[in-house]
């Protein structure tokens, strides 16, 4: 009995590895910009704050374009969507290499994002679709550990690439990490029926639910708080910026594998609570770690373990707050955290150019407060733990 399970888990995880593969070329392809705002200054003619409004814009189209696309494509097949989804993403990041001005890249990566707003929230939806509820959080975190994994080897790797080829050379390198995505997918993905309203008024009437918002309102928070300092961590250290993005990115994937398993046993609460907490302490350390190498790599680690522990337990409290409509919950979720890194990126440029290091941090370390606080205010344990662990049948 207990090889016949292994090799049941074994079949629905090899076909959840494509969708952790697009996920960790789209993840590459956004985060990467953060760690290229040099070479993609000097080349473009901008500011650094500017460069990093690349992010910023594909966050926003991101945010804007998940529900309007969601609803225009609830007829396809969700495997058609995804191959549809990861071929758009692809001629975004190639259109963005080839692009010879700023405005045009701008324009570019609006494109990108328009694939990336398709395919995250349906490879969710496909993941909690194929998996049985006490297993759940293990394959939304697999799935979602392509953007973890992303982190910790192809953002350090497009970050060099980027410094010692070009930041072109880097998104041609993204073209490619998609277009594996996208045989993975066509090769081993199934498709899935999911029900869901395909008129793009239902899709925001959750939000009318209270608890519904609130989940939204915090994965906003946390998202701004986190990547306020992350968008622009190449202006808060003076050490080794490859090598620092890789003990985060390596960080993440641990806090991914743990937050998802940890959300199975003991709810989703507890770990997103624990996780903003630690998240908040370790921005307020970052002149600390900026002292010396080997803690800067320790510091990276843990806040991107802590930071990444949130994003399963988010997606679970999610499908749990809506369990009759999960597509739909978990595209209201991406947008939400894709505002939070618009506001991230819109609010760390200004702090920066204001007020340097200094308001980066302060600004990432409040709104990791009020996340905090507006959680232990907005998320009751009794309403939604009991069915996040309790297997059904």
Request: zero cysteines.
């Amino acid at each position: 009995m207990g090889i016949k399970l292994l090799l049941e888990e074994a079949s629905v995880s090899s076909r959840l590895y494509p969708m952790a593969a697009g996920n960790f070329a789209i993840g590459t392809g956004m985060f990467v910009t953060a760690g290229l705002l040099g070479p993609i200054s000097t080349d473009l003619g901008v500011s650094r704050s500017a460069a990093g409004q690349l992010m910023t814009v594909f966050a926003l189209a991101y945010a804007v374009l998940s529900p309007l696309l969601a609803a225009l494509t609830i007829h396809l097949p969700r495997r058609t969507l995804l191959l549809l989804a990861m071929g758009v993403f692809v001629a975004g990041n190639v259109l963005s290499a080839l692009a010879p001005t700023y405005p045009l890249v701008i324009l570019t990566r609006v494109i990108a994002a328009a694939g990336a707003a398709m395919f995250t929230p349906t490879s969710s939806a496909v993941a909690n679709a194929l998996t049985t509820p006490d297993r759940r959080g293990r394959a939304l975190a697999l799935v979602m550990g392509g953007l973890s994994v992303s982190s910790a080897i192809g953002v350090p790797l497009g970050t060099w690439l980027g410094e010692t080829a070009s930041w072109r050379a880097t998104l041609w390198m993204v073209s490619g990490l998609g277009l594996l995505g996208l045989v993975g997918v066509a090769a081993l993905v199934p498709d899935v029926r999911i029900p869901a309203s395909g008129r793009l008024r239902e899709r925001f009437e959750p939000l009318r639910d209270r608890r519904v918002m609130a989940v939204m309102a915090t994965q906003l928070l946390v998202f701004a708080s986190g990547f306020s300092a992350y968008t622009y961590i190449g202006s808060l250290f003076d050490l080794p910026l490859p090598a620092l993005l890789w003990a985060w990115g390596l960080g993440g994937i641990v806090g991914n594998l743990l937050g998802g398993r940890l959300s199975d046993a003991y709810g989703p609460r507890r770990m997103i609570l624990i996780g903003m907490s630690a998240a908040f302490v370790f921005v307020a350390l970052i002149p600390v770690a900026n002292l010396a190498l080997p803690l800067a790599l320790l510091w990276g680690f843990l806040w991107g373990a802590v930071g990444w522990m949130i994003a399963p337990a988010q997606q679970f409290r999610t499908v749990t707050a809506m369990p009759g409509n999960v597509s739909i919950g978990l595209g209201l979720l991406s947008s939400a955290q894709y505002f939070g890194l618009f506001v991230a990126g819109l609010a760390g440029g200004v702090a920066l150019d204001a007020y340097g290091r200094v308001g980066v941090i302060t600004l990432s370390a409040g709104l990791g407060l009020a996340a905090l606080l507006f959680t232990l205010a907005t998320y009751r344990a009794p309403k939604l733990v009991p069915q996040v662990t309790e297997p059904v049948g």
